[in-house]
């Protein structure tokens, strides 16, 4: 049984850092597998951040770029966000999910605020 556990959320000023990490268990290929971070502000829909492929490739979304680094390692069995930069903007509820499953985490709360 897949579980994506995130962690990392928390209060942050803005120009601050987080890291966020998703714990990933039930995936025996996980070196291989397209993994993705998401994310959902408040009242609106959910948002693609960055996706790791299957061969190590990364792809990030709108603001992500140039501030977020997707990374896995496979040691750990994490994915990781690590953000920089974080505008107010930023603020929601951020995700890990195995690409292309229905398999989610339940979420880790980021709020970029002074």
């Known amino acids: 049984q897949v579980h994506l556990v995130e962690s990392g959320g928390g209060l942050v000023q803005p120009g601050g850092s987080l890291k966020l990490s998703c714990l990933v268990s039930?995936?025996?290929?996980?070196?291989?597998?397209?993994m993705g971070w998401f994310r959902q502000p408040a009242g609106k829909q959910i948002e693609s951040v960055a996706a790791l492929t299957k061969n190590g490739g990364t792809n990030y979304f709108g603001s992500a770029k140039g501030r977020f680094t997707i990374s896995r390692d496979t040691a750990k069995k994490t994915v990781d966000l690590q953000m920089n930069n974080l505008t107010p903007d930023d603020t929601a509820v951020y995700f890990c999910?195995?690409?292309?499953?229905?398999?989610w985490g339940q979420g880790t709360q980021v709020i970029v605020s002074s």
């Open positions: 999910n195995q690409l292309g499953t229905p398999h």
């Open positions: 039930g995936i025996d290929a996980f070196s291989v597998t397209p």
